[in-house]
């Protein structure tokens, strides 16, 4: 069975940082796409960043490029979310999913999800 788990949000002032971080149980981890999204209260679920499984090719979301940094630790199976200059805008449940195939922004080609983990930033 596929579990992803989101740790390491909080509340934050704006100007701050948070590091996000997922742990993930499947086999050949490291043959993953892995990806984070975020949805804030009355808005679609949104694509944030993804990284290859080699972890040499990432993507952002036009609204955290240069402020946010994905990375990845094949041998523990975990990705991580650093968010750096964070935003009130930036307030959201943040979500961690995964796929095996093409490096890609869109929800609905990823195949697992975690539960979220909650992100405030205050002003």
């Known amino acids: 069975q596929v579990q992803l788990v989101e740790s390491g949000g909080g509340s934050v002032q704006a100007g701050g940082s948070l590091r996000l971080s997922c742990a993930i149980s499947?086999?050949?981890?490291?043959?993953?796409?892995m990806a984070w999204f975020r949805q804030a209260p009355g808005k679609e679920r949104e694509f944030v960043a993804a990284?290859?499984?080699?972890?040499?090719?990432?993507v952002y979301a036009d609204s955290v490029k240069g402020r946010f940094t994905i990375s990845r630790d094949n041998a523990k199976n975990t990705v991580y979310l650093q968010m750096d200059s964070l935003k009130p805008e930036d307030t959201a449940v943040y979500y961690c999913?995964?796929?095996?195939?093409?490096?890609?922004?869109?929800?609905?080609?990823?195949?697992?999800w975690g539960q979220g983990t909650q992100v405030t930033v205050s002003s």
């Open positions: 999913a995964a796929r095996r195939g093409l490096l890609t922004k869109a929800r609905t080609d990823y195949n697992y």
């Open positions: 990284i290859s499984w080699t972890g040499g090719g990432t």
């Open positions: 499947i086999s050949s981890f490291y043959t993953y796409v």
